[in-house]
């Protein structure tokens, strides 16, 4: 503006016209828009940015500016360099030279400037500079674009976190979004899910998963209203990989994910973590099992002390072996003399002894100490394993409700048992019976570590017949 505009004469304006602050040119009021958006977005900007013209004067300085070191842009813009202001007297030459020798090297230049506040305090802030061209490509000045050094530094911190939790994490980091879908997986992540960090991409999560998809979704869904959980949760899931399903345990962790930029959180996703934690969770099932198994042997013998009959203390080690382990259980001892060493010619007949109760549960019941043989057929696991004398376990298989309920009546065996394990009953080196645990078909089938509990048991339920057979025999003594 000219010496004469500023003093309101009337030599350019003319008498009538009235005075105008801002530039004007052949579309006044439209140069006038312009300059109100530039200001809207320089004041809009999360970055303080000021800019200076050629001889070093500063021309914009916006409101982040402003918060940052207390100087409004009324007091800023005029002024020549940050000498005397915004930068120590002793720091102010060099702080110009290297903000200004930008005019004349190709692309931006970082720095790191301790400016000086409106109070007087000192903040160190990186500053990202670069030359501003004319029309002609000439240098017309240098725009600055500033931030405090720890907020930078967090900035830095949390990309690098970023890059490093896909990329190096002996975990798994799966970014979801609002859909429920994979939008970025890491490697870790990727080989847990046995698919390739791409394959993973947007594709729903019960592709991914056979089995827990539906709690991990409810997870989801709860971190997106309201918020991650105060703990991390473990997971049972089933993955489909190309070798098969793989049953697998998961501690994750959930943090939801919002816009910094919205005035009000706007859901981006969720961040889910996980560890494989399988081996673990097993090893701490399986220590779980056994020490309630050896509980309940101890209980039991401790119980099968105190029955005046033998036999009732071989139903008593039955009853407490059922707890947790299976939903039937039957007792059958050799008919006749036991069986010893030498005897494989001589077929196997099985008397019924004990058993639970077929409705309602209870104790199991004596049968008595004589009955009619077993009608058997033959190749029966029961019989099996008194001819093998050791355990023996079968299944019905993946057949339909109404193929196993034939499979367990045709061994004689409550119509929803599904699983068996046979466990021979042996004592002084004689075979005395068999007992037979059932599970139905709502649960696992019978393992290793069954069989190793069951012989067990089995154990002492022989030794207890055995007393009972001795007992019978010699009624007389004491």
Not at 112 to 132: C, M, N, P, Y
Not at 351 to 360: N, S
Request: net charge negative; hydrophobic share 45%; with cysteine.
């Amino acid at each position: 503006m000219s010496a004469s505009r500023r003093s309101g004469t009337t030599d350019e304006l003319g008498p009538d016209e009235p005075e105008r602050d801002g530039p004007q040119g052949p579309d006044g009021p439209e140069e006038s828009g312009g300059s109100d958006l530039l200001a809207a977005l320089l004041d809009g900007m999360d970055a303080a940015l000021c800019a200076f013209d050629a001889d070093g004067v500063v021309t914009h300085w916006n409101r982040e500016a402003e918060r940052i070191l207390g100087w409004t842009a009324a007091e800023a813009v005029g002024r020549h360099g940050f000498a005397g202001w915004a930068v120590r007297s002793a720091d102010a030459e060099d702080v110009q030279a290297r903000l200004m020798s930008v005019m004349h090297a190709p692309g931006r230049q970082v720095h790191e400037f301790a400016l000086v506040t409106k109070d007087g305090g000192r903040v160190l802030v990186r500053t990202q500079s670069a030359a501003v061209r004319g029309p002609e490509g000439k240098p017309a000045g240098v725009y600055c674009a500033f931030s405090e050094v720890h907020a930078q530094i967090d900035l830095e911190r949390s990309i690098a976190l970023s890059e490093a939790l896909f990329e190096d994490a002996s975990w798994g980091v799966v970014l979801v979004d609002a859909d429920l879908r994979p939008a970025v997986v890491n490697a870790h992540a990727a080989r847990a899910l046995g698919i390739g960090r791409t394959s993973a991409l947007g594709r729903p999560l019960g592709e991914l998963l056979a089995q827990g998809v539906e709690e991990l979704e409810s997870a989801l869904t709860h971190v997106l209203a309201e918020g991650a959980p105060p703990a991390p949760a473990e997971m049972w899931v089933t993955v489909r990989t190309p070798e098969g399903e793989k049953r697998r345990c998961w501690r994750s962790g959930f943090v939801r994910l919002a816009s910094p930029l919205a005035e009000e959180p706007v859901p981006l996703g969720v961040g889910w973590l996980f560890q494989d934690v399988t081996e673990a969770k097993q090893g701490e099932q399986e220590a779980a099992l056994l020490r309630f198994r050896a509980n309940q042997l101890h209980r039991a013998a401790r119980a099968a002390a105190e029955c005046e009959d033998p036999a009732e203390a071989a139903t008593v080690h039955l009853d407490f072996a059922l707890a947790g382990f299976a939903d039937h259980a039957l007792l059958d001892r050799v008919a006749g003399a036991p069986r010893a060493e030498g005897d494989d010619a001589v077929p196997v007949r099985l008397v019924r002894l004990a058993a639970t109760p077929a409705g309602a549960p209870g104790p199991s019941l004596l049968s008595g100490m004589a009955g009619l043989p077993l009608r058997y057929e033959e190749g029966h696991p029961a019989l099996s394993c008194v001819e093998r004398a050791g355990s023996v376990r079968a299944d019905a298989g993946s057949v339909p409700a109404e193929r196993a309920r034939e499979w367990a009546l045709a061994r004689q065996w409550p119509e929803d048992a599904a699983h068996a394990l046979c466990a021979v009953l042996r004592s002084r080196g004689r075979t005395l019976g068999v007992v037979t645990f059932l599970r139905g078909a709502g649960r696992s089938r019978f393992e290793r570590v069954d069989a190793v509990y069951a012989e067990d048991v089995a154990v002492r339920i022989a030794a207890a017949l055995d007393l009972a057979e001795a007992v019978r025999e010699r009624p007389g003594e004491e």
